[in-house]
């Protein structure tokens, strides 16, 4: 009877969306809006558009990614909103999970599994550093490369039962959010604007292009990569 | 400048995250920093975050509404970080993000970062609420609250899909009446939760009385308060008040529903937290009368309200059974408490006034009716949690030996709440023209939009 | 002249000085309260008809003020004349009693204040503002009573607050109407109104404030349990005085607007508006007599009383010619003085004996003489017995019925007044008659202190009874300047259309007779005074003395007949708990459930809009 | 051809999330969350979001299973 | 097309909620709703026939699907596994007091 129920409000639900359906365009067939065009021509601020990669240099935004240059920089306020969830939810979880030692599941890890950590993490990190040093450039960037980093982390916790993660990634979770904000605040003192690109943009496609945000990714990387280690290590104590 | 009030309580909260435990010394010297600022700051500055003009990146605005709403809230963060006490250990950085992102909300100018700031504060909030071992009722919280930014994030889509952007002036100039039918429902959903509408109500009793001093004592005044601005902004300047007609069924049937649950409780804490929904729903039919009068009766008596709970779950939450060793904190609460049920010489007489008034010129005389049943239920609870708590029954030596007195700047801080709500009532144009200027702000919505878009 | 503002003012802030004096010592802080309303009386008694102060202006176009009109004058200066004779009563009574003096005597003085503004109010809502600190002040009082006063307290409140915010909806209704507030303002657009249901509404609404505050049918049960477990001393005040602004309220809305004038007449000249009123004064009667007559608590037997009591003011003031006005005035007085006494010699007697239950006590007339001559003469004043002032007003309230000819109403005040003699026997038979309990063997009687205030009110009570052309001359003004046409009188003698009273020679009998009974009395031998038990038992043993008490079942074979009686108080306790039991239901619906139950009601909303939407 | 693979890949997350609702274990729902995230980053790429595929690859399909995994584990394993 | 897909998880999320009783069903069911709603954003920005927002030496000319979307969905995706970390955090708590994660159980046990 209960599933009855609740298949039925849910049919009302996927009714009441399918009606909204009429409001938005064909799957496949959007437009973009004038805010979408303004970012990828980079013609926010009416200079950009016609864009070459490898060649245009010293626009307003010099990211070869469009996603990565709205989000780090078009929007990126909203990113630092965005790492604040996080860093308050890894805060959050180290307060209701309070726990001090490394939690011991008494079972020692399997050669495979500790050998096969130790020759990959490298790689891991590796590739973590790759993936939000080079955000603006490929796909990826300081969310997916911290996430990769947080999993070498985890693999660590994995194949070590006395592994336990210092102090050291609460620093480098706050400095790494501090300089975020210090960025941006540099931007405030040097244009009078807070988190303004205020470094040269460079060549579409070069790694040292686009200003600020290879830095602000890079930081990106690291907090990140720090509170969802810190979710991960935080799952591992008890007190 | 305004994007300093931002930055810098979330500078301090990611500088001191090693060092857990200074912090709670610091936070007075932020916020007060925070209300300096806010004093020094022009009215009708808009400040495009990144250099990116308007309708393409994210703007905080600050205009009459946003800068008042933000002395309101820099007050009482100002006051709680005096009370250190209440201040768990570990929950000082949560206090300082919430204190951004609240600050956030308010000024931000855009859609989608309101639903980003909308986040942080309630993540802040389910932190909050799961002080005290109250677990299960701050996953309640979660599930409900995420849900319902899930909601509003589709209803941020919906108007990019209808208008083509982001920002909150383009929006309320651009969005035509098919997008009016939907996007609308989902952010009501969306703040449904935050502003305590009704059926969606029900985790607040459960946080609210959780047994700490500080969820609700930041829950029901800045976070609200903030909601209800971001409810206004969104409304009433957005979407003209298109959709405050249901607004006004669901605020009414929110009174009445709350006052009624109230009735029964046996701890105080929570029958104050469902009078904090009953104000709150109060609160929403008023200001969906969507006029400058309206408005204004409506921000004045949020005001009242949240001064005075801010004194009542302050104490409610720290004192024992009695005011047996707390006569001035009893007195505090005694005060607070007529102000909530509207005796004159209080501050709640004033806008219980002003709203019977605004609400009889609109013709409406379903609301006065509803406000006064509410009230007559409210006074029953309240003030039989008055005398309670005044003439205790039998209270046994031992009890009165463990009941501890609270330290001084607890009680002076209450008590100059408390003559605040005195002062109210006999003058009550301080709060008057807070109230009038967030009206204005709000209902003024083609100069929010030339303001932000430039004299489009 | 000192203004009547600055009287508030002073009674706001002598509340402060009064509570920190009276934290110092209590005698000397009572002592200051009896000077400060004796001072009130005073300031009062010299005011001027027609004075007018401004106060504040809260809404826009309403100037608040006070204003001195003689109806005012005349219900402040019966307040103020129970207020500080009680409050000298107190002096003396705080010693042992309420739990937390300094704040009794501050609560007093908060309340004063309300109730001086009440009287001189010349808008709707500076009435509403000191109506509201009037009834802030003494529910703060209350709980310092008997261990159900707690509850009573907010009974009372709630009870208050009903009647209060239906007066502040018609208050705004009227306000939106035609942006006035002021009495003679509102009673001549009232004039103007074409619409009859508007003044219909207008009239009862404001009305409702009155009928909540001196207790009258719909709104009578909180009087029994607030009257009888407030503070002995301050149920004086409450029942002598705050009932009465209730009254105050109805004369407003029956007399201040016409009612007469602004609607048709229904029967006799009395529009149906005002006969409607008449009965619910008439049912506030019958209640009131018969539910006393039931009561053991001496305390509620007279919150009762007052309830009756109540209706006799309304039906007097409902019949609104120059008479029946007359009287309902005119009762106003009595029964504050009687129910003042009468409280008062209770209090006497609790602050002695600590019981208010009939049966616990007996025979205190050889103990404490004076406060049973003070409860004797107030009984007889309150059930209406010649030499008294009260005859005189019920004299006048049938007077007036008659002329109108409304012989049920009339049958029914008759049943009431014979009644009240069966009901105010009870506690005089039960506490100051028959035979002497062996625990009160030590009691003693109050000291003079207590007992002058009481003697000064039973002299009173005489005093008018022989001589009410101070009461009358009042009365005579009211009806002046309301447009009502005066009754007349000269000397001691009432004139009115049916015959003349002349309370002189009444009162000449009276004391002769009394007299002659004093002189048999003395004259023949008494009879022997026995032990408690001595006269009922006949050998066996005696478990239960109450059992054998005569005052135990004292009415029973009246109580019998009406057993089975129709309680409002179990009806709105029923009501109360159906709120409760629904506050419930939606408590588990809405607010316990899981976040299964949550995400049910965000589905439940959205579909909801979905429907409406389209 | 697009929307036959966009239609394949629809039903079986519908299948996985269905299953992952009503499985009676924990950790088949937990395994079965992971497929259907795994599954959304197709769909992710097909309609050309490399970025949020990536993101959802590492955190939704990995990290989320690692946490919720964890969490059942602290919890003292899977007990219906 | 994708639209029903996601429209359909979203209603097999809220049926998990409405049906299930064990607490871990809930977060499941929060994430599924979370990814439902991601790939509607995506999908609403999806253009046929155009390329990843990427300039590159293959895509050199601005072709490209809408980007704006897709940048809002990393950052839904990244709020949304900070509120499920909250969530497991509280949930573990929630076990360690009630012994049980059965709504039904717990609030048995509240009540006592």
Do not use: C
Not at chain 2, 19 to 47: G, H, M, R
């Amino acid at each position: 009877m209960r599933r009855f129920l609740s298949a039925l409000i849910v049919l009302g639900l996927i009714m009441f969306f399918i009606s909204t359906l009429p409001l938005i365009p064909e799957f496949g067939k959007a437009s973009l809006s004038k805010v979408s065009r303004a970012f990828i021509d980079k013609d926010v601020n009416g200079n950009g558009g016609n864009i070459q990669y490898g060649v245009s240099k010293d626009l307003e935004n010099g990211a070869a990614n469009v996603v990565t240059s709205i989000v780090v920089d078009y929007r990126s306020f909203d990113t630092l909103g965005e790492v604040t969830v996080l860093f308050t939810s890894a805060l959050g979880v180290g307060i209701i999970l309070s726990g001090y030692k490394r939690k011991k599941f008494g079972r020692e890890p399997n050669f495979i599994l500790r050998v096969s950590v130790g020759i990959l993490l490298p790689l891991i990190l590796l590739f973590g550093a790759y993936v939000f040093i080079h955000g603006h450039l490929t796909p990826g960037g300081g969310f997916p490369g911290g996430t990769i980093i947080a999993a070498g982390i985890l693999l660590l916790y994995l194949s070590n039962e006395e592994f336990d993660l210092s102090k050291t990634v609460k620093f480098v979770e706050g400095i790494s959010g501090s300089l975020y904000v210090i960025v941006g605040l540099l931007g405030l003192a040097v244009s009078g604007v807070f988190l303004i690109n205020f470094l040269p943009t460079g060549v579409v496609g070069n790694l040292f292009s686009s200003g600020i945000v290879p830095i602000i990714y890079i930081l990106i990387g690291f907090k990140v990569g720090a509170e969802l280690s810190g979710i991960v290590a935080e799952l591992h104590r008890e007190g | 400048m305004s994007a300093l009030l931002i930055a810098v309580p979330l500078l301090i909260a990611f500088l001191f995250v090693p060092l857990k435990n200074k912090i709670k010394y610091i936070l007075p010297f932020v916020a007060l920093f925070s209300l300096i600022l806010i004093l020094k700051l022009p009215i009708e500055q808009v400040n495009f975050l990144g250099g990116w003009k308007a309708p393409f990146g994210i703007t905080l605005v600050l205009d009459n509404s946003s800068y008042y709403s933000l002395i309101v809230v820099n007050i009482i963060f100002f006051l709680l970080s005096l009370i250190p006490q209440i201040i768990e250990k570990d929950l000082s950085l949560i206090f300082l993000i919430l204190m951004a992102s609240i600050n956030g909300l308010i000024l931000t100018g855009d859609l989608f970062n309101s639903f980003v700031f909308l986040e942080i504060t309630s993540v802040a909030a389910y932190i909050l609420s799961s002080s005290k071992r109250n677990y299960y009722g701050a996953f309640k919280y979660l599930i409900l609250g995420s849900i319902a930014g899930a909601f509003y994030l589709l209803g941020t889509l919906y108007s990019y899909i209808g208008t083509g952007s982001l920002n909150l002036a383009d929006i309320s100039k651009n969005i035509n009446s098919e997008f009016l039918a939907v996007v609308p429902i989902l952010i009501f959903i969306g703040l449904a939760v935050e502003t305590k509408i009704f059926p969606l109500a029900g985790w607040v009793p459960d946080v609210y009385a959780s047994g700490s001093a500080l969820t609700p004592a930041i829950l029901a005044t800045g976070v609200t308060f903030s909601m209800m601005y971001l409810f206004g902004r969104i409304f009433i300047t957005v979407f003209h008040g298109e959709f405050l007609n249901v607004v006004y069924i669901f605020g009414l049937i929110t009174v009445v529903v709350a006052e009624l649950s109230a009735l029964k409780q046996d701890n105080l804490l929570r029958a104050l937290s469902f009078s904090s929904i009953a104000q709150a729903g109060l609160f929403l039919s008023v200001i969906s009368m969507n006029s400058y009068e309206s408005l204004t009766a409506g921000y004045f008596h949020l005001l009242n309200d949240i001064t005075a709970k801010f004194v009542l779950f302050i104490i409610a939450a720290s004192i024992g059974k009695s005011f047996i060793k707390n006569k001035t904190t009893g007195i505090a609460f005694s005060i607070a408490s007529f102000s909530l049920i509207g005796f004159p010489l209080f501050a709640g007489f004033r806008s219980k006034l002003l709203i019977l008034k605004t609400a009889f010129l609109n013709q409406n005389y379903i609301l006065p009716i509803i406000l006064l049943f509410a009230t007559i239920i409210e006074i029953a609870y309240v003030l039989r949690w008055n005398i309670k708590l005044w003439y205790p029954d039998n209270i046994l030596p031992q009890e009165k030996e463990k009941t501890q007195k609270l330290s001084w700047n607890v009680n002076l801080i209450l008590l100059i709440v408390a003559l605040v709500i005195i002062v109210i009532g006999f003058y009550p144009d301080i709060y008057l023209k807070i109230a009038q200027n967030i009206a204005s702000g709000l209902t003024n919505y083609r100069a929010y939009v030339t303001n932000v878009l430039g004299g489009m | 002249m000192i203004p009547i503002s600055y009287l508030v003012l002073v009674f706001l802030f002598g509340s402060v000085v009064s509570y920190l004096i009276t934290k110092a010592n209590r005698i000397v802080g009572a002592i200051f309260n009896f000077l400060l309303t004796f001072y009130a009386l005073f300031v009062l008694w010299n005011l001027e008809i027609g004075h007018t102060e401004k106060l504040f202006s809260i809404l826009e176009g309403v100037e608040n003020t006070f204003k001195v009109s003689s109806l005012g004058k005349y219900f402040s200066i019966i307040s103020l004349i129970v207020i500080s004779l009680v409050s000298f009563f107190i002096i003396e009574w705080i010693r042992k009693k309420p739990s937390r003096p300094a704040a009794f005597n501050a609560f007093v003085l908060i309340m004063s204040a309300g109730i001086i503004g009440v009287f001189f109010s010349n808008d709707l809502l500076t009435l509403y503002i000191f109506w509201e600190i009037a009834v802030l002040g003494s529910f703060l009082i209350v709980p310092m009573g008997k261990e159900d006063s707690k509850k009573a307290a907010v009974i009372y409140v709630v009870t208050s607050a009903i009647g209060s915010y239906m007066y502040l909806f018609a208050t705004f209704s009227i306000y939106n109407k035609y942006g006035i507030l002021e009495f003679d303002q509102v009673s001549r657009f009232l004039l103007n109104e074409p619409s009859n249901l508007f003044k219909w509404f207008i009239i009862l609404f404001i009305a409702s404030a009155g009928i909540a505050k001196s207790g009258i049918f719909p709104l009578h049960t909180w009087l029994r349990i607030t009257h009888g477990n407030a503070p002995d001393a301050f149920s004086a005040i409450l029942s002598g005085q705050l009932v009465k602004m209730g009254s105050y309220v109805l004369a407003i809305s029956l007399s201040v607007f016409p009612s007469t004038k602004l609607l048709a007449s229904f029967y006799s000249g009395v529009p149906l508006l005002n006969y409607i009123l008449i009965w619910l004064g008439n049912i506030s009667i019958i209640i009131g007599t018969f539910m006393a007559i039931r009561q053991n608590d001496m305390k509620q037997l007279i919150a009762y009383s007052s309830v009756a009591n109540g209706g006799y003011i309304l039906v007097g003031l409902g019949v609104m010619n120059s008479i029946g006005y007359a009287g309902g005035l005119f009762h106003v007085f009595n029964h504050a003085i009687a129910a003042a006494m009468i409280f008062l010699s209770f209090a006497a007697v609790v602050y002695r004996t600590g019981t208010t239950k009939i049966d616990e006590m007996g025979g205190l007339i050889w103990k404490m003489p004076w406060t049973f001559v003070t409860y004797l003469v107030g009984i007889i004043s309150l059930a209406g017995i010649p030499p008294t002032s009260g005859f005189i007003s019920k004299w006048m309230i049938f007077n007036a019925l008659l002329t109108k000819g409304m012989f049920v109403t009339l049958t029914i005040t008759f049943i009431g007044s014979v009644g009240s003699f069966l009901y105010v026997f009870r506690p005089l038979a039960g506490v100051f008659l028959g035979q002497l309990k062996k625990k009160h063997y030590e009691v003693k009687e109050v000291s003079p202190v207590m007992l002058i205030p009481m003697l000064v009110l039973t002299l009173l009570t005489l005093f008018i009874g022989v001589y009410p052309k101070p009461v009358l001359d009042f009365i005579v003004s009211i009806e002046n300047s309301l447009g009502i046409k005066p009754i007349e009188y000269s000397g001691t003698i009432i004139k009115t259309s049916l015959g003349q009273w002349d309370t002189l020679t009444v009162f000449t009998m009276f004391a002769v007779g009394f007299i002659i009974a004093l002189v048999l009395y003395i004259i023949f031998p008494r009879g022997k005074k026995v032990e408690l038990t001595d006269q009922y038992t006949g050998g066996e043993y005696l478990f239960n003395y109450d059992l054998y008490h005569y005052a135990t079942g004292f009415y029973r074979f009246l109580e019998r007949l009406y057993d089975k009686h129709p309680s409002f108080e179990k009806l709105y306790g029923m009501l109360v708990s159906f709120f409760k039991s629904m506050g419930e239901i939606i408590n588990e619906l809405f607010y316990k459930v899981s976040p299964s139950g949550y995400v049910f009601w965000i589905s439940i909303v959205i579909l909801i809009l979905f429907w409406v939407r389209w | 051809m697009i929307n036959v693979i966009i239609i394949f890949i629809g039903i079986l997350m519908a299948i996985s999330a269905i299953f992952a609702v009503e499985s009676k274990k924990i950790i088949d729902s937990f395994i079965a969350l992971s497929l259907m995230s795994l599954l959304s980053v197709f769909l992710f790429v097909i309609m050309k979001a490399p970025d949020v595929a990536i993101t959802e690859a590492s955190v939704g399909a990995g990290l989320t299973t690692a946490v919720l995994v964890l969490a059942l584990r602290k919890i003292g394993g899977d007990k219906e | 097309m994708v639209y029903y897909i996601s429209f359909i998880l979203i209603g097999i999320g809220i049926y998990g909620f409405l049906t299930q009783k064990n607490l871990f069903k809930h977060l499941i069911s929060l994430t599924i709703i979370d990814t439902a709603i991601n790939i509607f954003i995506i999908s609403l920005g999806y253009i046929s026939g155009e390329e990843a927002p990427i300039y590159s030496k293959y895509t050199p000319i601005a072709n490209f699907v809408d980007p704006l979307p897709q940048a809002l969905v990393l950052t839904a995706i990244v709020i949304g596994v900070g509120i499920l970390a909250l969530g497991v955090s509280l949930l573990i708590k929630v076990y360690e007091k009630y012994g049980t994660l059965d709504v039904e159980e717990i609030v048995a046990k509240e009540g006592k």
